[in-house]
């Protein structure tokens, strides 16, 4: 049986096709391509960052044609996107309007106004959700705010990948993982926080039924298995926020506790699995998020900047006329001196109209000399990100009754090797890397968990094991 994982990134979108073999050694194993590539890109209409989601929907449909066109035996669809953002349908089925990218700015100071009038440690006890301006909570509030009379013609609220799984299937529903992103999500009910909805005036039919990874949503409508070849697949509910499916393939064994991860991409997750949320006050006041995961499992981690910075500056070069590729810039970087050191997560390097420019300026009001080369910047985003790791790794040690014994580098980051040299120095402990594919593979395999070809999270990973 072949498996569909549609995975959405920040910047670009992939469908890719799993299935599972047996070896003559009797161990399962998984094979996948990439069938179809496509560019996701940020629109700005007036005084809003848009996603393309028409485009985007289009682009996912085209891999479902590619998927039929190979006679390959699709037994399931299913998608994971990055976290937090969410259309709005009305009573019709129609989209309201395109999504709004967290990058927008709407969002800006919200948490700030919502602590005035909300305590804090009170709300963490039952969120357990890091507090950063671009969560669902703020979006929605920004739009309060704003009188926008969307809310008033929504009829549902339907995260990223609920979104493009609502338009597949025509079922309503949201998926645990992606939900627990919002800041909505009683964290031990693992159901939505309706004191919260309540009092902030929102319209509880709005939010839709929680679906667990592992079961399917619903069937691919008649007229999208007709147009695409594929026939009336099931579309199944798997870690539909990327970190999810991504900690789902840490390739760690059993006796690995705690099972510690780096989701390295944009965006740099760090942290472990846990049984049940920690809601600590030290929790709070340390950044932590409690994040579902498959299998029952809590991801218990922090959102660090993550490969972003590094990102804008290579297409801040490119654009100046100085293109640089990775490998050769990182081969040089791993050879020069500075002790250099950037607050990754500080507001001035979220999106500043020069990345370069905001690092050395940083640099030289805090007493620092500014990297004078493109390999002496790249070092000092790598060093501060390694940096960056090593306190959380020092936040979870605090607070776990098992210090962590090494690192699982995991997504697309885990290819940076003078990254993941300098994180084992920072830390001290030993870091592995891979596998690359990792969304992609916790997606497939969620899928066939819930078909029964894999019997539970264990032998997934031994599955990413003895597939790497």
Known sequence: MTYLAIDFGGGSGRVIAGTLTAGEDGKKRLDMQVIHRFTNRQVRLGERLYWDFPALFADMKEGLRKAAALKLDVKGIAVDTWGVDFGLVDRDGCLVS???????????????????????????????????????????????????????????????????????????????????????????????????????????????????????????????????????????????????SAVAAVPAANDECPVAFLSSGTWSLLGVETDKPILTEQARVAGFTNEGGVGGKITFLQNITGMWILQRLMAEWSEEGAPQEYGPLLVVAAEVKTDALIPVDDDAFQNPQSMQRAINAYCHSHGMTAPQTKAETARVVLQSLAARYAQAVSHLNDMLPQPIRCLHIIGGGSQNQLLNTLTQQALGIPVMAGPVEATGMGNILTQALAKGEVSGVGEMRQIVRDSM
């Open 98 to 244: 395109n999504p709004v990218c967290y990058r927008d700015e709407r969002t800006k100071g919200m948490a700030a106004e919502f602590f005035k009038e909300v305590d804090a440690t009170a709300h963490y006890a039952v969120n357990g959700t890091q507090v950063m301006d671009i969560n669902t909570l703020f979006q929605l509030l920004s739009m309060k705010k704003a009188g926008s009379p969307q809310l008033d013609i929504a009829d549902r609220l339907l995260f990223t990948p609920d979104l493009f799984s609502f338009f597949l299937t025509g079922e309503a529903n949201t998926e645990y993982t992606i939900a627990s992103t919002s800041e909505m999500l009683d964290a031990e009910k693992r159901d939505w926080d309706w004191a919260l909805i309540d009092s902030i005036g929102l319209d509880r039919r709005l939010f839709c039924p929680i679906v667990m990874p592992g079961t399917v949503r619903g069937q691919l409508r008649q007229d999208i298995a007709e147009e695409t070849g594929l026939g009336r697949v099931d579309v199944i509910a798997v870690g539909s926020h990327d970190t999810a």
